[in-house]
């Protein structure tokens, strides 16, 4: 793997006392989309933020691009955009000149051609004179992301970037990932959803109160956390599960009445399933599907690590 | 580990101090009508009031017209309370609206922050103090005998106080905490620092006493510059005012080497 970002031993506990991090330990591939995922308070933004120097690590050591971050925070830094997960924006300032500010900041001379670029890229160029008060939530969070990427950063981090922020924002910002990962940034991002994850990352890390509790290729973590199950309500209760239908993986509940199937995104057939039943004549009165929560894959997680 | 070559960044980030001079400054120009007429009717004022008012019942002091007289101790005044709250608003914003996390993840060191920072409220103060000068200029006659000496203070006690602004400003947890240390030290301690006498006219032990007020010390050093006198001696002021700048200094770097207040 080639490594452009290290935490080696990372922990933090705030001057409140509270332990928002337990020792972690994690190597990023360059070029590769991370996703963070973990509830509210899992330690998300604090570790983002003690690789991009806002938080002190209470231990450990971070690595960019082969410099340490806090030695030579300057080569280190300076590789990195970050969008917060607050909208924290400079309300005053046009959204051009808070742009070209972030790249100066991080130590570059003036590009008018990317920042166009740039601005174009998040539809913001026809809003570049507007003041950013007098912009919309969902455009002050483009303007973050312009702002991060305002110094061309290989490694990008996205705090949640898909809160409070509408589907065609979101398809844009999906857009966005694809295009900067296809130029060769390397992306982590942190999320609450499985869905944000499975769409965007190529890796998955999972971590709660404060511990990572895996990290796997999405494809693997899918597989194993991404179960669905599908409630068929029978019009006529039955006592087994006919033969025909054993190419699914169904059960029955309520004593016989409802159908229960489970499945993952790899192994999904429901209109295979649906079609057999209408050939066998089972009649249903209704369809329910439901998605492992967040919260069940963490016990469930939690437990397995538990037993191993 | 990786194997790529990346490449080290250069020294000092000019871009970035650059970008933070070039910010604060802007802040200014926006609202440049206020920054520029707000000094000159307040200095007119004093004119009217201590100029005109007291002026009449004291002609002179140690030869030099009461109006003239007083024009070091108002600009002295106005620097010290402009640098501080510029300076200190400069690096308090940001930490209140959060866009202090730009700041703290870009390739900036703590120096270069400050540099960009104060050199911005101490440009502003710079500014500020010649234009009261100006104004000045325009009630009583203004000889200023050593020039050089005069913009030598103006500059330091400028940055001096900027500097200590950008401390309020880090230290601050909130606005009224940010106008706590100008309202109840400096201006209080700009008044009693013979701003508008010399402490010459002041009865014992009130003389002494102020001899403790390192203002005095300032703006007896700017008097010097303009009139070739002051309370005390020329070495001493610059020595005072050098020994705060010493001591600001020296706090701004144990706060960034401890993260306090700006980091958690
Ligand atoms: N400055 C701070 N002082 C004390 N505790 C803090 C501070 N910042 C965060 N915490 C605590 O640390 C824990 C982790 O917070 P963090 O913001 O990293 O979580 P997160 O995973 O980003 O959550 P969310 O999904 O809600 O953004 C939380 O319990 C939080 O209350
Ligand atoms: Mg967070």
Request: aromatic share 8%.
């Amino acid at each position: 793997m080639d490594t452009i970002l290290s935490i080696v031993g990372v922990s933090k506990t705030y001057a409140s006392g509270h332990r928002a991090l337990e020792p972690v330990d994690l190597d990023i591939a360059r070029g590769e989309i991370f996703a963070l995922l973990g509830p509210n308070g899992a330690g998300k933004t604090t570790l983002i933020s003690i690789i991009c120097g806002i938080v002190t690590p209470s231990t450990g050591t971070v690595t960019v691009l082969g410099h340490d971050a806090q030695k030579d925070f300057r080569s280190a830094r300076r590789a990195i955009g970050l969008v917060p997960q607050e909208l924290s924006v400079d309300m005053f300032e046009t959204v051009l000149a808070t742009v070209k500010f972030s790249r100066r900041l991080f130590g570059k001379g003036p590009n008018d051609a990317h920042i166009e670029q740039v601005l174009r890229d998040l539809s913001l160029w026809d809003k570049r004179d507007a003041k950013i008060r007098e912009l919309s939530g969902g455009m002050k969070r483009r303007v973050l992301i312009a702002k991060a990427l305002s110094h061309e950063p290989e490694i990008l981090f996205l705090d949640e970037p898909t809160a409070g922020v509408d589907v065609a924002l979101r398809r844009d910002m999906w857009k966005l990932v694809h295009k900067l990962r296809a130029a060769g940034t390397t992306i982590i991002l942190t999320t609450h959803y499985i869905e944000e994850a499975e769409e965007m990352a190529d890796r998955v890390g999972v971590i709660d109160k404060g511990r990572i509790i895996l990290v796997e290729r999405k494809a693997a973590l899918m597989k194993k956390l991404g179960k669905r199950r599908m409630l068929i309500a029978l019009q006529a209760p039955m006592t087994a599960v006919p033969a025909d239908l054993a190419a699914w993986n169904l059960a029955l509940e309520d004593e016989g009445a409802t159908l229960l199937y489970t499945f993952d995104s790899e192994n999904e057939d429901i209109p295979g399933l649906l079609a057999k039943l209408g050939t066998l004549g089972i009649g249903y009165r209704d369809l329910e599907t439901h998605k492992s929560s967040l919260e069940d894959i963490f016990v469930d997680l939690v437990e397995q690590k538990d037993a191993a | 580990m990786s194997t790529h070559a990346a490449t080290k960044a250069p020294a000092v980030n000019f871009h970035g101090i650059w970008a933070i001079y070039r910010f604060e400054m802007a802040r200014a120009l926006r609202t440049l009508w206020q920054s520029l007429v707000t000094p000159v009717i307040t200095t007119s004022l004093y004119f009217v009031v201590f100029g005109g008012a007291i002026g009449s019942k004291i002609s002179t002091v140690g030869g030099v017209g009461y109006g003239s007289f007083i024009v070091p101790g108002l600009i002295m005044l106005s620097l010290l309370t402009q640098s501080i709250s510029n300076a200190s608003i400069g690096i308090y914003f940001p930490k209140f609206t959060g866009t202090v996390y730009e700041l703290l993840s870009a390739p900036v060191s703590a120096m270069e922050m400050v540099i960009g920072y104060v050199g911005a409220a101490a440009t502003k103060s710079i500014v500020l103090g010649l234009i009261i000068l100006a104004t000045a200029s325009l009630f009583v006659p203004l000889s200023i005998v050593h020039p050089v000496a005069m913009l030598a203070f103006l500059v330091l006690t400028s940055i001096t106080f900027s500097l200590l602004g950008f401390i309020i400003g880090v230290w601050a947890n909130g606005f009224e905490q940010l106008n706590f240390i100008p309202a109840l030290l400096i201006t209080p301690l700009t008044f009693l620092g013979g701003a508008f006498y010399s402490i010459d006219m002041l009865p014992q032990p009130w003389r002494t006493v102020s001899l403790f007020n390192p203002v005095v010390y300032l703006v007896s050093g700017f008097r010097w510059a303009f009139f070739d006198k002051g309370d005390v001696s020329v070495g001493l002021s610059l020595g005072v005012t050098a020994l705060f700048l010493v001591v600001c200094l020296a706090v701004i770097s144990w706060i960034f080497k401890t993260g306090w207040r700006m980091k958690n």
